[in-house]
């Protein structure tokens, strides 16, 4: 095939690839979503608009603010993106392998084209990929891995000898570095990156068709240590990050990785039964630590050595494979430990992948078994296996991108595929709550609490069971779980701040106010991977409030309002708070800002009427208890302001008497009853 039948590839590819994610752009945000996405853009998401400072991961979180700045929270938006992303990498890849194996060597150039379509439709398709696509914060790697494609390609092209050398040192490889330190400020993994293009050049950039090494040498390598300290020199954190992670290295962690590799090579093979969160604990007995420990260290040991010694054979592609994978995957599953639990995410597998995707190519398009005459590895035969397993991958993604469609059903899904897993039952018990399914949501947390999980999920089960109770009015039962989930783990800050809730209602302030300010200073100590939420200082400007310290109470709302700036309760509670200092311009200012939530909208409507009924603007103050009472009808104080302003103006109106009725049977305090009930039994004439 010809370099005129590229364009067709692609649109063929985008064909093929489209209608597998189709199915994700409805999904809404979950998990870490609601924290990455929501708080940053909310608090911080201003800094990432400024090109200096460097901030971490900073083309990763200015992709979410200016997601949200060209279309809001709707996540429609945010998986947009996710999907152009993946299928911009997929059409990189496409162009890697054609440029590469075009000006190769040997029989492979004649069958370019079709290697490097089947590569970029594996990649393309394959349901590995669907967490580092479907769920939003995956964007990360695969952000990352576009850009390395992108510098991958780059180097190529300014590689060939046909490219005049000032070219490739003026454009080609400047711009090169450049998509490298994009893939670095979107997540730094790809640090490994200038190692696996080298593993790429020592396999396949060799012949007559491409430039001397020692190009690439002086005008590719020999640079990356000035991008390197360029970095550092505009993000000095960088160098913390990497003096904390040197010195969490951990020999007997990196020991372990060889049974997540093969783990991972086995689901690429064989992408059955994936889950978001995946329950992998190290063995304890005899024949594990035995035979599934260091039989997996020996294994990949051997791979590797083997992988080195044939890289520069003719036929490099399973060397290519075995040492980009694990090149590739090194930052995030080598010396650095992790959780165990979290030793293994499918999103860390997107750009890895990608040599076991040209293996496999080259396998179905051009493998040299196909000289041995079996049939099967026979052109035509190779070419339907790779139409079948291409059908079959997009089957399972469709499947696997269903699972995405909705938090409960990707975490039922993960329940059901890990039920020993104990963050799996505290996710979906959490997402039941969100959802208002409390019935499931206490047999799911009850299930978490009584099983074998660690201090922080058995505190996280018992606080989330208070508040289901606190929510069906069992007061006491809240109280019992919620000082449950304290005893269970007293640094997390979740159980005070909730019981502190629970007493503020119940009206013992003194109690509620030490509790919330020990939850303030667990935010402070301790890092739980969720920052310090808003509702805490709103929750402490209603105390405050409550019990008339009307400046911290004006302080806290103030901090609140900084973070949900659109807050209908926020508002509503400012304009109390400007009220009961006198500030009534202020609170007029305030309430008008509550829009959004017609129960509170009515308050404030109410509130703004009283306020102008002072200033003796009667008009404008009958319609804003009009529009109190229009918003929510059984507001009893709403429907009495309206009665009796209206009865003022004509004691004989039918409306006024309406408004006072239905105000009569709303639990107005007794004073106001008596007054009613006296004015409804007096003869208006």
């Known amino acids: 095939m010809t370099q005129s039948k590229t364009p067709l590839a692609l649109a063929a590819l985008f064909a093929l690839i489209l209608p597998g994610w189709l199915n994700t752009l409805h999904s809404p945000f979950n998990l870490d979503d609601q924290n990455t996405i929501l708080h940053l853009v909310e608090t911080t998401g201003s800094t990432y608009i400024q090109t200096f400072p460097l901030q971490y991961r900073h083309l990763f979180y200015l992709s979410f ?28 890849v496409y162009g890697v392998v054609w440029i590469t194996l075009k000006n190769g060597t040997g029989e492979i150039r004649a069958r370019a084209l079709p290697v490097a379509f089947v590569t970029a439709a594996l990649f393309g398709l394959h349901p590995l990929q669907s967490e580092a696509v479907g769920y939003l914060s995956g964007r990360a790697n695969s952000m990352s891995g576009m850009f390395s494609l992108l510098a991958l390609l780059l180097y190529i092209a300014g590689s060939l000898k046909r490219i005049p ?12 570095l450049i998509a490298f330190g994009a893939a670095l400020l979107s997540k730094e993994s790809a640090v490994a990156f200038p190692a696996a293009a080298l593993v790429f050049d020592l396999c396949f950039m060799r012949g007559p068709l491409w430039g001397s090494f020692k190009r690439r040498l002086w005008g590719w390598y020999l640079p990356l240590p000035l991008l390197g300290t360029g970095f550092l020199a505009i993000n000095p954190t960088l160098l913390d ?44 007995s005899w024949f594990f630590q035995g035979a599934l420990k260091v039989f997996p260290v020996g294994l990949v040991a051997g791979a590797t050595i083997w992988a080195i010694l044939n890289l520069l054979r003719k036929n490099a592609f399973p060397a290519f494979a075995i040492l980009w994978f694990l090149i590739v995957l090194s930052p995030t599953n080598s010396l650095f430990p992790r959780l165990w639990s979290e030793a293994f995410s499918e999103r860390n597998l997107y750009l890895p992948l990608f040599g076991f995707c040209l293996f496999l190519a080259r396998t179905f398009c051009g493998s040299p078994m196909a000289k041995t005459g079996i049939k099967f590895f026979s052109s035509v035969g190779t070419y339907a296996s790779a139409i079948a397993v291409l059908c079959v991958l997009s089957a399972l993604l469709l499947n696997r991108n269903n699972d995405y469609r909705n938090p409960v059903a990707l975490w039922n899904d993960t329940v059901q595929k890990a ?22 949501a206490y047999v799911t947390l009850n299930r978490l609490a009584i099983a ?48 502190g809730i629970l007493y503020a209602h119940q009206g013992r ?11 303030e200073e667990r935010y402070r100590l301790f890092r739980w991977g969720y920052p310090r939420p808003p509702e805490l200082s709103l929750n402490k400007a209603r105390i405050a409030f409550d019990t008339g310290r009307l400046e911290d109470a004006a302080r806290e709302i103030r901090s609140f309002l900084d973070s949900r700036p659109e807050s209908p309760e926020g508002y509503l509670l400012r304009g109390q708070i400007d ?19 017609p129960e509170r909208e009515a308050l404030a409507a109410n509130e703004m009427g009283a306020i102008l009924l002072v200033q003796n603007h009667k008009d ?66």
Request: hydrophobic share 40%.
């Open 65 to 92: 603010v200016l997601n949200h700045k060209w279309g809001g929270f709707d996540p429609f938006g945010f998986h947009l993106v996710n999907l152009l992303i993946h299928i911009l990498s997929s059409a990189l």
């Open 165 to 176: 050398p000032a070219l490739s040192f003026l454009m080609f490889y400047p711009a090169s």
């Open 241 to 284: 990050f990497m003096a904390e992670d040197l010195n969490k290295m951990d020999l007997t962690y990196a020991l372990n990785q060889p049974q997540i590799y093969l783990y991972a090579v086995r689901l690429f093979f064989f992408p059955i039964n994936l889950t978001f969160d995946y329950h992998l604990v190290p063995a304890s």
């Open 419 to 440: 039920p020993q897993n104990p963050r799996t039952l505290h996710n979906l018990g959490h997402f039941y709550m969100e959802k208002g399914n409390l019935d499931r």
């Open 452 to 499: 074998d999980a660690s201090p922080f999920y058995q505190s996280q089960a018992h606080t989330n069971l208070g508040i289901i109770y606190a929510r069906r009015g069992d007061t006491a039962r809240a109280e019992q779980e919620l000082r449950q989930g304290i005893a269970a783990d007293s640094t997390l800050p979740i159980g005070y701040l909730n019981l």
């Open 509 to 519: 302030y003194a109690e509620a106010s030490t509790l919330l300010e020990e939850a």
């Open 579 to 597: 009220l009961r200092q006198g500030m009534e311009k202020e609170a007029l200012i305030s309430f008008q800002h509550v829009t959004g939530d």
């Open 620 to 685: 404008e103050a009958i319609k804003e208890f009009t529009r109190a009472v229009s918003l929510a009808p059984d507001l009893g104080m709403a429907q009495y302001n309206l009665g009796i302003l209206l009865w003022d103006r004509d004691p004989s109106s039918a409306q006024a008497r309406k408004h006072l009725e239905l105000a009569l049977g709303l639990n107005l305090p007794p004073p106001l009853q008596n007054q009613v009930q006296q004015l409804l039994a007096s003869d208006p004439q």
